[in-house]
């Protein structure tokens, strides 16, 4: 049985950049009706940042994403990562991914990061991934999206960073 997502309390120490990844065959973001961004084998990427979050986190993150062995290989194990696949990565900034619902029925977003933090750092976690050799698509920060994506496996994974480190 997997391990629950850690649980926000006062005075509790808190999650720092949140990813959601999902492998995918394709995935596809729209703007206005206008595709801004799409991958076809590959992770689609749903980037959650929070207040405190910094460069390093996002470096840290793209390191464990660029090498996650989700990817089958010859056999149909998840041996491979996106890298050795040829995979692409479609970013999206999601700060929803920071909704606290434990009071009432509609959820607080305040643990979000302010816009340009986390504009900055899904950029850098973007900018990393592309160091590696990767290519890297992406949605449009702060616009309305829809995204369309077919899932493979299904498979989908959360990585979370806390004082620097992978939880």
């Known amino acids: 049985m997997g391990c629950p997502l850690p649980v926000a309390s006062v005075g509790a120490e808190k999650a720092d950049v949140r ?5 995918v065959v394709a995935a596809r ?3 206005d009706e206008e595709v801004v961004g799409s991958i076809g084998r590959g992770l689609m990427v749903l980037a959650g940042v929070t207040d405190g979050d910094t460069e390093a986190d996002a470096d840290l993150l793209a390191d464990k994403l660029a090498g996650l062995r989700v990817f089958p290989d010859d056999h149909g194990a998840m041996n491979l990562s996106v ?10 900034s999601q700060f929803t991914l920071y909704a606290d619902t434990r009071r009432g029925r509609r959820p607080s977003f305040t643990a ?3 816009p340009a933090v986390a ?27 829809e995204v ?10 959360i990585l979370e960073t806390r004082a620097g480190r992978m939880l």
């Open 112 to 114: 979000a990061a302010q």
């Open 119 to 145: 504009d900055a750092l899904i950029a850098r976690l973007s900018e990393q991934l592309r160091s590696k050799g990767l290519t890297v698509a992406s949605g449009r920060f702060g616009a309305y999206m």
């Open 29 to 31: 973001v729209t703007v």
């Open 19 to 23: 990813l959601v990844v999902q492998r």
């Open 83 to 92: 890298q050795q696949v040829a995979g692409e990565i479609l970013m999206v």
């Open 148 to 157: 369309d994506l077919i899932n493979s496996g299904p498979v989908t994974i």
